[in-house]
Nanobody, 117 residues
Framework: VQLVESGGGLVQPGGSLRLSCAAT????????LTWYRQAPGKERERELVASIGSDGGSTNYADSVKGRFTISRDNFKKTVYLQMNSLKPEDTGVYLC?????????WGKGTLVTVSS
């Protein structure tokens, strides 16, 4: 089982990034997928950013990102995406991908997003 995030980097405030999380080793289409983030200096705290149901029909967002971020998934490619627009310095952190189904819970290692001028 593997989840591999990509797409992070340094971006100026107001800019955009698209994160991807590619999955292997499990039945991707059955899992709820969630993006979390860890702010600098708060490595023990994982904030839920956005989640998407197994069929892609239901999504949920943190209040802080509503209207700016969009989560989507491609069950054929076994990939979940996070489109991030109008980025703010407070969006800085490590973004982690999570896949959950029943008692199965998988995590990626994360990709760093830095929003700074």
């Amino acid at each position: 089982v593997q989840l591999v995030e990509s797409g992070g980097g340094l971006v100026q405030p107001g800019g955009s990034l698209r994160l991807s999380c590619a999955a292997t080793g499990f039945t991707f289409s059955s899992y709820v997928l969630t993006w979390y983030r860890q702010a600098p200096g708060k490595e023990r705290e994982r904030e839920l950013v956005a989640s998407i149901g197994s069929d892609g029909g239901s999504t949920n967002y943190a209040d802080s990102v509503k209207g700016r971020f969009t989560i989507s998934r491609d069950n054929f490619k076994k990939t979940v995406y996070l489109q991030m627009n109008s980025l703010k310095p407070e969006d800085t952190g490590v973004y982690l991908c999570n896949a959950r189904y029943s008692l199965r819970d998988y995590w990626g290692k994360g990709t760093l997003v830095t929003v700074s001028s």
